[in-house]
């Protein structure tokens, strides 16, 4: 139940395509969903992170949908670059928890 | 200039020996986190500690050690009981019951 499951594995993409990255959870105490950028050699970066009140939050190119009542989460990287490409991890945490959650990774790469 | 600061960025082990892998943060924040990061995975959680003098095991504990003397420090140690240590090692920290970690740039680990 403490797991977060994360799809796809690997993506390719063309530039300026639409990248989407889909993770579910199953335990209904997580409250925070944040979404990490890492690349390679370096430690992962907060990207962008919803709260389940909200089914949507858009920064720049990158949007979090959530659908609460399905217990999934994605990620959209609209026009996505050459530069985004990296490894993705969604996460998810426990209300008033300290501990993080991760998915496995999605491996993203938008060929030029 | 606030952050995560681990070193060494990277890390030779001979069989046999114990090494120590620094994680200084200068964030004030509370919480503290060791993961684990293998080739294609995602973060799997060694150690972490809410507190200075108090810590818990995390998922994959067995061969590792930690201390929390200050608040600014977490240093792991991976000791000779861990038998397969080659891996990236990831520190980060939170505020408590705040919401984003953030991550140091990793020490990767060679057993050699």
């Known amino acids: 139940q403490q797991q977060v499951k994360q799809s796809p594995q690997s993506l390719i993409v063309q530039k300026g395509g639409i990248s989407i990255i889909n993770c579910a959870y199953e335990?209904?105490?997580?409250?925070?969903f944040p979404w990490y950028q890492q690349f390679p050699g370096k430690g992962p970066a907060l990207l962008i992170a919803?709260?389940?009140?909200?089914s949507e939050k858009k920064e720049g190119r990158f949007t979090i949908s959530f659908n609460k009542s399905a217990k999934q989460f994605s990620l959209h990287i609209m026009d996505s670059q050459p530069g985004d490409s990296a490894t993705y991890f969604c996460?998810?945490?426990?209300?008033?928890?300290?501990?993080?959650?991760f998915g496995p990774g999605t491996r993203l790469s938008v060929l030029p | 200039d606030g952050g995560i600061t681990q070193s060494p960025k990277y890390l030779f082990r001979k069989e046999g020996q114990n090494v120590t892998l620094s994680c200084e943060q200068n964030?004030?924040?509370?919480?503290m986190y060791w993961y684990r990061q293998d080739p294609g995975q995602g973060l799997r959680l060694i150690y972490y500690?809410?507190?200075?003098?108090?810590?818990q095991k995390g998922d994959i504990a067995e061969g590792y050690s930690v201390s929390r003397e200050k608040k600014e420090s977490f240093p792991l140690t991976v000791t000779s009981a861990q038998k397969n240590p080659t891996a990236f090692y990831l520190c980060?920290?939170?505020?408590?019951?705040?919401?984003?970690?953030?991550f140091g740039q990793g020490t990767r680990l060679t057993v050699v």
């Open positions: 964030l004030n924040h509370d919480a």
């Open positions: 335990n209904t105490a997580f409250d925070y």
């Open positions: 500690s809410q507190i200075v003098n108090d810590f």
């Open positions: 919803i709260r389940p009140d909200v």
């Open positions: 996460a998810a945490r426990e209300n008033y928890g300290q501990n993080f959650v």
């Open positions: 980060a920290s939170t505020l408590t019951r705040n919401t984003e970690a953030f």
